[in-house]
């Protein structure tokens, strides 16, 4: 069975543009979530989609969102990209909502670069 | 609000040494903890996880961990490290009904000597 695939696995953009990732979850998966990675800040929670809703939402601003399919594959979307925003944007699926009960699958990230 | 500290950012170790990396956490819920290790130029990938009943839990690759409620760490072990054990170890937390939101500690990076 295939992972969770990220496309593309290398961004670079400038300051201002807006940035599309995308994410196909493991077949049969239906949540998915997106965390961000810096050296600075680590691991950071940014939302978590199922059944195409979005159910969780993590602190960052608005220009961060994103969306669910109903294939279950999921695109998040930056805008007005600031310098900080440059980071390792990780996707993981899960069978279900609940990481007691669906382990989370990660992929092997973004690496979103802004100059 | 939830958090997790990593005590040590970095931990050198000599090959077929033992190796603890400590984790504590604060939250006001009962949660489930998590210890997941990062390759370079990779994603997470799970160790172990403690959800209820005994807490000492066993997972991939030797590593084990013990849950101590009453000192809220969850601090991971090996016995004995390989080379091949070098990478990002990160602690995480999520509060039970919290969904697929994890809270993770800042990471440790161990490497392993020869």
């Known amino acids: 069975k295939a992972g969770v695939t990220q496309t593309p696995r290398y961004l670079i953009k400038t300051r201002g543009q807006q940035v599309t990732l995308s994410c196909s979850p493991i077949?049969?998966?239906?949540?998915v979530s997106w965390y961000q990675q810096t050296p600075g800040q680590g691991l950071q929670f940014l939302f978590e989609?199922?059944?195409?809703?979005?159910?969780n939402k993590g602190n960052f601003p608005g220009r961060f969102s994103g969306r669910q399919f109903s294939n279950s594959r999921s695109e998040m979307n930056v805008s007005t990209l600031e310098l900080g925003d440059s980071a390792l944007y990780l996707c993981?699926?899960?069978?279900?909502?609940?990481?007691?009960?669906?382990?989370?699958?990660f992929g092997n990230g973004t690496r979103l670069t802004v100059t | 609000a939830q958090s997790v500290t990593q005590l040590d950012s970095q931990v050198p170790v000599f090959e077929e040494a033992p190796v603890e990396l400590r984790c504590n956490y604060s939250?006001?819920?009962?949660?489930?903890l998590f210890w997941y290790v990062q390759y370079p130029n990779q994603g997470l990938q799970l160790l172990l996880k403690?959800?209820?009943?005994?807490?000492l839990v066993k997972g991939i690759n030797g590593f084990e961990a013990e849950f101590n409620k009453s000192q809220t760490s969850f601090h991971l072990r090996k016995p004995s490290v390989h080379i091949s054990d070098t990478a990002e170890y990160f602690c995480?937390?999520?509060?039970?009904?919290?969904?697929?939101?994890?809270?993770f500690g800042g990471g440790t990076r161990l490497m392993v000597k020869p």
């Open positions: 993981a699926s899960s069978l279900g909502r609940g990481v007691g009960n669906s382990p989370l699958h």
């Open positions: 077949s049969g998966h239906r949540s």
């Open positions: 989609y199922f059944s195409e809703t979005q159910r």
């Open positions: 939250s006001s819920v009962s949660v489930y």
């Open positions: 403690y959800l209820s009943g005994s807490t």
């Open positions: 995480a937390v999520s509060d039970r009904g919290a969904g697929n939101m994890l809270t």
